[in-house]
């Protein structure tokens, strides 16, 4: 699949002064003011006018015109009314649920996903497909069906608020084809596809294309941990294991936006004459869970769902533990030499019961290496779940159409080179 523009992104810790959104009471800066109010209170949750002032540093007057154009606008909703000791009772102003809308769309290697979200941020419409490989024109065809689903069901005055689309999948959906027993031509379909491309053809609407777990990434970056953890890495354990990296509250694409791909690390080092050592993705990917289920004779369907820690997988899921924990810790420690971490967070498209075992192994794992000359990372479980991709794919048009500065939350770059 060409490779199109990848986004980065950035976001607010609420409790560093020096991220809060600031705005200006001087002329020409209306729309930038709208934002900088809006922002405060995605940040911090309903907010009287007062406590917006102090927030943005805009005077009361500017608040005031600002927060009533938005009212106007359907942007913000009144709360009820909180009555202090004295004076008259603040009025706190919240984000309209049904003040705009996005979609976000991952299309993974053993499923999709489309996500709807409201100007909050919460789901209102979510659908998927399983299926074995995703066949490019079976995807697309699913693609405009949810989508037509979706769109109607909003109806036409919510439809006018639709910002846009969020498309999340792995840079090369037809990679890896030994590994996973997919015939050339197969595989090769995708590189004749420009998905991003036709998901604009067919809906009309802009879209924006990134990795499915930097997606994943911003999701957390946005409405997770990346609120208090400034620096991390962002490991997200599916068919193959992936990641993204948060430096200063900034995801860093890189050169070719693959920033953060810790299922191509190597686990070990080359033999002279022969062959390349193991990558971490054939370890600790689910895809290896679901070869050892099968194996067993065991449904592998259970890798996502609770049945992963209960007999009889339980025992295939333990030995997977046992050797996927080591490797992902061994990753870790890596890359904390390497980028000095405040923090790891691990999420994936498992139960939360899973998550929690894996956890407790990768800790300890890391208690077995030595961290002597380096400071270790604190390991951290994911806040947002399966959705995590799909959802950070629909937080782009979003917020790229509401925050005050793309350059302070999410920093569109122009198009990477097609290679």
């Given at each position: 699949m060409p490779r199109e523009t990848v986004p980065h992104a950035q976001a607010f810790a609420p409790e560093d002064h020096r991220l809060r959104p600031r705005g200006s009471s001087q002329g020409g800066l209306r729309q930038y003011n709208e934002r900088v109010v809006l922002q405060a209170i995605r940040l911090h949750g309903a907010l009287p006018a007062a406590e917006i002032a102090r927030l943005t540093q805009l005077t009361a007057q500017t608040v005031s015109q600002i927060t009533k154009r938005l009212l106007d606008d359907g942007l913000l909703v009144k709360g009820e009314p909180v009555r202090g000791k004295v004076g008259q009772p603040s009025v706190p102003l919240a984000l309209a649920p049904e003040g705009a809308y996005a979609i976000g769309i991952k299309v993974g290697r053993r499923s999709l996903d489309v996500l709807l979200v409201d100007f909050t941020g919460a789901a209102c419409q979510r659908a998927s497909v399983a299926y074995d490989y995703p066949e490019p024109e079976a995807v697309t065809a699913a693609i405009d069906a949810h989508l037509r689903e979706m769109r109607q069901g909003l109806g036409a005055g919510r439809r006018e608020r639709l910002q846009g689309i969020g498309l999340a999948a792995p840079l090369s959906l037809g990679g890896w084809q030994t590994l996973l027993g997919v015939e050339?031509?197969?595989a090769r379909a995708w590189d004749r596809v420009d998905l991003p491309e036709r998901v604009a053809a067919m809906s009309g609407l802009p879209v924006t294309f990134v990795k499915d777990t930097a997606a994943a990434c911003v999701a957390e970056l946005v409405a997770g941990r990346g609120r208090n953890v400034r620096s991390f890495l962002y490991v997200f354990v599916d068919t193959f294991i992936g990641g993204g990296l948060v430096l200063d509250s900034?995801?860093?694409?890189?050169?070719?936006g693959?920033?953060?791909a810790v299922g191509s690390l190597a686990m070990g080092r080359a033999r002279p004459g022969g062959p390349p050592p193991p990558?971490?993705?054939s370890v600790a990917s689910l895809f290896t869970l679901e070869t050892m289920y099968r194996a067993a004779g065991l449904d592998p369907v259970a890798t996502v769902d609770a049945c992963a820690m209960q007999p009889p997988?339980?025992?295939?899921t333990q030995a997977w533990l046992d050797e996927a924990a080591p490797a992902i810790a061994l990753a870790l420690h890596d890359a904390a030499c390497l980028l000095d971490l405040e923090g790891v967070i691990i999420d994936g498209q498992f139960s939360r019961e899973l998550l929690a075992a894996l956890l407790a192994a990768v800790e300890s794992a890391c208690r077995d290496l030595s961290w002597e000359g380096v400071r270790r990372p604190a390991v951290l479980p994911g806040t947002i779940g399966p959705d995590a991709r799909a959802l950070g794919g629909a937080l782009l048009p979003l917020h790229a159409n509401f925050a005050p500065d793309r350059d302070l939350f999410l920093k569109l770059e122009a198009p990477a080179a097609k290679l």
């Open positions: 050339s031509e197969r900034h995801l860093r694409g890189g050169l070719s693959n920033a953060g990558q971490l993705l997988w339980l025992a295939c």
